[in-house]
């Protein structure tokens, strides 16, 4: 399974305990604040800050958070300035990774990566090195209680363009314009949504299977999710479920 699905089920699992340490909420506020800022804030009108307040809804934030969140945007209350940036990096194994940050030092937040990546390996990579594989898909996790048949006839109305399945779920794969569409759409045909995101597949998948190498890409992986600037993080590793159990 190549990074983009596999991480996405590893996120989906994670999300609990981040929700729980209050992590994905402080990420999400601070996604509110920028897109509030570029383009303002009302949703109707600024499609960046709709996808936002939705991404924000489904992992149960309250309206009332949402709505600070967009005001410190605003400049209506004081909060930080954050700067958008994206990171190119390779892993071991020739894992290429791309890393959206939203930060107000970018001197310290730079420093934080480079040092995740030294620490297993890897390294910082030039910019456009790596993005030019990456182009942007909308991915849903539903759960198996739904058939492929029920997926292909109300994902087909809606942009879906491919089905993957892991043990758990089912990996849907959409055109990034109609990914909240089709996850309402799903949910309306009583389908259990799990996760709904958008995220930057990559043209070139790389197997990894070598052990020590899987293991250093996980750490990577985790390490940057778990930084407070750090947004999103995709990648175009393929480790195998043996070698993802084998490895912990």
Request: proline share 2%; charged share 25%; with cysteine.
């Amino acid at each position: 399974m190549s990074g983009h699905s596999k991480w996405a089920t590893i996120k989906h699992k994670k999300a609990a305990i981040d929700k729980v340490r209050g992590k994905t909420f402080a990420k999400m506020a601070r996604q509110l604040e920028v897109a509030a800022r570029e383009g303002g804030g009302d949703v109707s009108v600024n499609a960046s800050l709709r996808t936002v307040v939705a991404k924000a809804k489904a992992v149960q934030m309250t309206n009332d958070a949402i709505d600070r969140a967009i005001k410190r945007g605003m400049g209506e209350s004081n909060g930080e300035v954050y700067e958008s940036v994206t990171y190119e990096a390779y892993a071991p194994g020739g894992v290429a990774i791309l890393i959206d940050i939203l930060t107000d030092n970018r001197n310290r937040t730079a420093s934080d990566v480079r040092m995740i990546f030294s620490k297993q390996g890897g390294a910082m990579a030039a910019p456009g090195s790596v993005g030019w594989q990456f182009s942007r898909k909308g991915i849903l996790l539903v759960a198996k209680t739904a058939t492929e048949d029920d997926l292909m006839t109300v994902g087909l109305e809606h942009g879906l363009e491919d089905i993957s399945s892991d043990d758990e779920m089912w990996h849907v794969t959409c055109d990034p314009s109609q990914v909240w569409n089709l996850k309402a759409s799903l949910e309306a045909a009583k389908m259990t949504v799990n996760s709904a995101s958008t995220t930057m597949i990559s043209s070139n998948i790389v197997e990894v299977t070598n052990p020590s190498d899987a293991k250093a890409i996980l750490r990577i992986m985790h390490e940057l999710d778990d930084n407070d600037d750090v947004q999103d993080v995709f990648a175009n590793f393929d480790i195998s479920d043996r070698l993802m159990h084998e490895v912990g």
